[in-house]
């Protein structure tokens, strides 16, 4: 199975308002951008947006070595919470509805067809790849007003 490298970053101008997303996608020293946007939509929208476009992308099941800066996905995929959500009717622990169900439903189907390893980031700091990410989802979101 390949190991394949994959960097995702959202970003939202306002929270509702027009946002974008990065990702890249890094195979055996060869790199492939991936970026779009939305003209209303919320920064975990594009965050999530982002891990299924890199992981829609793939023609094959991978091993993948996700990284991104979002605690939402990387928690909610690698603690089990989106898995549990949606175990649950898309109800949270607490009982109240789990945001962004549609976009989780894809991200968790497309996790069944992937080995995925999580790798937290920090945001706007020393990853480059992040960093690359994050300026292809800021150019995307101005491209949306």
Known sequence: MK??????????SGNPGPGGWGAILEFQGTEKEL?????STTNN???????????SALKEPCIVELYSDSKYVIDGLSLGWAAGW????????????????DLWEKLLD???????????????????????????????????N
Request: proline share 4%.
């Open 3 to 12: 190991t394949v490298t994959l960097y995702t970053d959202g970003a939202c």
């Open 35 to 39: 970026s779009g946007g939305e003209s």
């Open 45 to 55: 929208r594009m965050e999530l947006t982002a891990v299924i476009a890199g992981l």
């Open 86 to 101: 949606r175990k649950n009717g898309w109800r949270k622990a607490d009982k109240k509805p789990a945001l962004n169900p």
């Open 110 to 144: 497309l996790t069944e067809k992937h080995q995925l390893r999580y790798h937290w980031v920090k945001g706007h700091a020393e990853n480059p790849k992040n960093n690359r990410c994050d300026q292809l989802a800021v150019a995307a979101a101005k491209m949306q």
